[in-house]
Nanobody, 118 residues
Framework: QVQLVESGGGLVQPGGSLRLSCAAS????????MGWYRQAPGKQRELVAT???????NYADSVKGRFTISRDNAKNTVYLQMTSLKSDDTAVYYC????????????WGQGTQVTVSS
């Protein structure tokens, strides 16, 4: 059974920082491309950042220079360090795992709420 369990969300003031974690089980974590997506109320889910098994990263333009994705294959965990947070970053953040070859092997976490507000 595949599980992706996010943690680290919460309420933070504008300009603050948060670190999200996603612990994976039931998959060969080291070969998967891992990603973070987010969905704000009334909006579609959008890509935030991804990291391949080789460590190549990709970011949405809106978070470049502020967010950093990283992974620890020994801990089967992917992280999202978020800095200089803005109110527009408020959303539910979802962890994602994509198999590099089999597109149907795609998994999601349950999401963690990030609220940026004063």
């Amino acid at each position: 059974q595949v599980q992706l369990v996010e943690s680290g969300g919460g309420l933070v003031q504008p300009g603050g920082s948060l670190r999200l974690s996603c612990a994976a089980s039931g998959i060969t974590f080291s070969i998967y491309t891992m990603g973070w997506y987010r969905q704000a109320p009334g909006k579609q889910r959008e890509l935030v950042a991804t990291i391949t098994r080789d460590g190549y990263t990709n970011y949405a333009d809106s978070v470049k220079g502020r967010f950093t994705i990283s992974r620890d294959n020994a801990k089967n965990t992917v992280y999202l360090q978020m800095t200089s947070l803005k109110s527009d970053d408020t959303a539910v953040y979802y962890c994602n795992a994509d198999h590099p070859y089999y597109r149907y092997l795609r998994y999601w976490g349950q999401g963690t709420q990030v609220t940026v507000s004063s």
